[in-house]
C-alpha cells in the first residue's frame, strides 16, 4: 500500500526513520480471524460489563475477533503481546503522539495514519499532570483511514470513572493502565485499550462498541432500535487494529528510548 504524504519538514525529524521503514507484519492467526468473517460464537463482552474485561474475568467473551452483537450493535476485539514494552511508554505514547508532529501519528501506520491532534495542548503538555491522566477529557482530532478511505474523527478521551469503570480495578494485575475514548464520526463508537506486564512486556486489549455514544452525559447505545450495524464496519476497524498495533509493538520501545523526554 502506498504511505501516507510527509512534508520536508517532517523528513527532517529524527523519528522519520520509523516512517521510511516497512511496517510490522501482522500475525498470521490474526488475518485468518479477519478472513474467517465474523465472530458468531463467542462475542464481546456486552458494554454495560465492561468491568468484566478491565479485571480480566471475560474469558468466556471474544478475545480476538469482531462481529455483530444480538442488539445490532458491532464489536472489535484485539489482543496483542508487545516485547520489550512497558506500561510507561504506552501511558507516554497517547499524550506524545496527539502533541507536536503529525508524523508521530503517522510513524504509527504510515500506510493509514495522517494526523492526531490534542485540543489541549497545554495541559497534555503540562508536567504537574501524571503521564498517565493526560488523555483525560482532551479530545483528539484525527485524519486515518479503517477501510473506506480517508474520515475525519474526533475522539473523545475520558477519566475511565466518567465512562462507567470502576476506578479501583485500575493498577490491579489484568490492568495496570488504560485510555478510554468515545469516538464520534460516521459510526459512534466506545473504545478502550487496557495493558498490564506479561512476559518479556505487555500485553495489549483493546475493545470496541460501535453504536454507543454520549447522550446527556451517559455512553448508551445511540443505534435505533431493530438496525444493525453493517458486518463491513467492525471488520474494517479489526483490520486497522491488528495492523497499526503489530506495528506500535515493533516501533515504541526505540521511540520512546529516543523521544520519552519531549513531550
Known sequence: MKKVGVSREEKQLPYYKYFEQDLAPVPEEKLAVLEAGSQKEKKAVPFDRKDLFLAGKDDDYCQVGYGIMDDGTGFVCNTTYMPGVTAEMLDWWFPWHSVGSDLRYKIWDPEDHYFARADRVDYVC??????????????????????????????????????????????????????????????????????????????????????????????????????????????????????????????????????????
Open 126 to 263: 503540562d508536567p504537574a499532570v501524571p503521564m498517565n491522566q493526560k488523555t483525560w477529557g482532551v479530545n483528539h482530532y484525527i485524519m486515518e483511514d479503517v477501510g473506506p478511505g480517508p474520515e475525519f474523527l474526533k475522539l473523545c478521551f475520558k477519566k475511565p470513572s466518567d465512562f462507567g469503570y470502576d476506578p479501583s480495578i485500575i493498577g490491579s494485575e489484568k490492568c495496570q493502565s488504560m485510555v478510554c475514548a468515545i469516538g464520534e464520526s460516521s459510526c459512534a463508537a466506545a473504545m478502550t485499550h487496557k495493558w498490564y506486564p506479561y512476559k518479556d512486556g505487555v500485553m495489549f486489549c483493546s475493545r470496541f462498541w460501535i453504536g454507543f455514544g454520549v447522550v446527556d452525559g451517559k455512553i448508551v447505545k445511540t443505534l435505533p432500535d431493530g438496525v444493525s450495524i453493517p458486518e463491513f464496519a467492525p471488520k474494517g476497524l479489526f483490520a486497522h487494529n491488528i495492523k497499526e498495533f503489530s506495528n506500535l509493538a515493533a516501533i515504541l520501545p526505540n521511540v520512546y528510548e529516543e523521544n520519552k523526554g519531549d513531550l
